[in-house]
């Protein structure tokens, strides 16, 4: 299963029910992934279909009537309609080729020329823009003040041991002043 994918399955199945209701009430969700690489490359497939089953007992099924989908644009198997070949080469980069994705390309090429949209997709993304710029402030800002923090308190820790090393130097200097003066008297 895709990463995040139980994630996505948990917030569909919360929108499909409501408190109170049964697991057995779920309705029927189809749960699509649209891959340009093949997270199967060994088998080679366009589509893998996947149903919740217990890994410890795979007889026994969810019955959620979850169904996730896999498509693959790598797929080398004759294993999928021409048509949806088509979409999946289309949706990889590829040149339109049946009826389904050149009407779908001519709607792609309408969406990037309305002045609307190119205007609130340039705002949204000079607002992305602001907020990634905001963001990487923001930890620049806690990063320094960290290190700042950090820097202080190896300080502290600095200025204890070198004021205990001290004392203890001092300490010794007594004891060998006494010493030497015990010695003169000696004398």
């Keep these: 299963m895709p990463p995040r994918s139980r994630y996505y399955q948990a917030m569909i199945d919360l929108d499909q029910m409501g408190r109170g209701a049964k697991f057995q009430d779920l309705k029927r969700s189809y749960i699509i992934f649209i891959c340009l690489e093949n997270l199967f490359p060994q088998k080679g497939m366009h589509k893998y279909s996947f149903q919740s089953m217990c890994q410890e007992d795979p007889g026994l099924e969810l019955g959620d009537d979850a169904v996730k989908i896999i498509l693959s644009a790598k797929g080398d198997k004759d294993d999928v309609s021409e048509d949806l070949k ?24 309408k969406a990037r020329s309305h002045i609307e949209w190119r205007k609130e997709y340039m705002t949204l993304l000079e607002r992305d823009e602001r907020m990634r710029e905001e963001g990487r402030k923001e930890g620049l800002e806690e990063g320094l003040k960290n290190g700042i923090e950090k820097g202080r308190q190896e300080e502290r820790e600095n200025t204890l041991r070198e004021s205990a090393r001290a004392n ?20």
């Design 168 to 187: 203890a130097a001092e300490k010794e200097a007594a004891r060998l002043r006494a010493e030497l003066e015990a010695l003169r008297r000696s004398d």
């Design 86 to 109: 088509d979409f999946l080469t289309y949706v990889a980069g590829g040149r339109p080729g049946s009826g389904l994705t050149s009407r779908l390309d001519e709607q792609v090429r």
